[in-house]
């Protein structure tokens, strides 16, 4: 049974940064895109970043173009979101999602096979 389970998450001062981790098992990890999704207090579950399996591509929300980083090491099956420049607007529950459905990963929750339970980020002003 695939397992993803992330990490790294905390309270950060705005202007903070943050690494989130999710370290894969139960899947050949190479063979599955990798995305970070987020879920603020009353509001819907929302993209924010994705990798293909090979690592060379990636995507991002525009919300946090040039402040954060997806990367992965398939060595040791985990995906990586570094936080950079962190605002309050980014306080939320952060979610990895594995799809093997889709090369270069998607925007679409509903295009991902596994989950994380997610990891709490709370940025302070």
């Known amino acids: 049974q695939a397992q993803l389970v992330e990490s790294g998450g905390g309270l950060v001062q705005a202007g903070g940064s943050l690494t989130l981790s999710c370290a894969a098992s139960?899947?050949?990890?190479?063979?599955?895109?990798m995305g970070w999704f987020r879920q603020a207090p009353g509001k819907e579950r929302e993209f924010v970043a994705r990798?293909?399996?090979?690592?060379?591509?990636?995507y991002y929300t525009d919300s946090v173009k040039g402040r954060f980083t997806i990367s992965r090491d398939n060595a040791k099956n985990t995906v990586y979101l570094q936080m950079n420049s962190l605002k309050p607007e980014d306080t939320a529950v952060y979610y990895c999602a594995a799809t093997a459905r889709r090369y270069w990963g998607s925007r679409d929750l509903g295009d991902y096979d596994y989950w994380g339970q997610g990891t709490q980020v709370t940025v302070s002003s």
């Open positions: 990798i293909a399996g090979s690592g060379g591509i990636t």
């Open positions: 139960g899947l050949t990890f190479s063979n599955y895109a």
